[in-house]
């Protein structure tokens, strides 16, 4: 049983058979004089500074440095999940504006979007 922050079942969570599909998610972000991309860093099998796209999914992530930075202003995250659901809410966690270096980069706003596969 994999619950958040408000006490319902994390479908998405990596621990209930989510999974991030990267080929319909936005890139994760480069920082400028980086010769390669962070991604390619990744795919590689190095650790880059900057986290992966599988940190939206794995619980316990919820602290300063901790998180996917997607590449530009506007961006996605596709999770696939274990199995069909009718979701009755939704949730999006950062870390509180208090303790952000940046707390303008947070998600302003956001949309969720189903489709059954198969």
């Known amino acids: 049983y994999e619950a958040d922050a408000v006490g319902l079942v994390d479908y998405a969570a990596a621990t209930a058979g989510g999974?991030?599909?990267p080929s319909l998610?936005?890139?994760t972000y480069t920082p400028?004089?980086?010769?390669l991309s962070t991604?390619?860093?990744?795919?590689w099998g190095?650790?880059?500074?900057?986290?992966?796209?599988?940190?939206?999914i794995r619980a316990g992530h919820k602290r300063p440095g901790q998180c996917w930075p997607m590449a530009g202003s506007r961006g996605q995250v596709t999770v696939q999940l274990l199995q069909a659901v009718r979701p009755f809410s939704v949730s999006l966690e950062h870390i509180p504006p208090e303790i952000s270096q940046l707390?303008?980069?947070?998600p302003q706003r956001f949309r969720v979007l189903g489709r059954k596969v198969g």
């Open 103 to 106: 707390p303008s980069t947070a």
């Open 39 to 43: 991604d390619t860093f990744h795919a």
């Open 19 to 21: 999974k991030v599909l």
């Open 25 to 27: 998610s936005s890139a």
């Open 46 to 56: 190095f650790k880059a500074e900057i986290g992966t796209r599988d940190l939206v």
């Open 32 to 35: 400028p004089g980086q010769l």
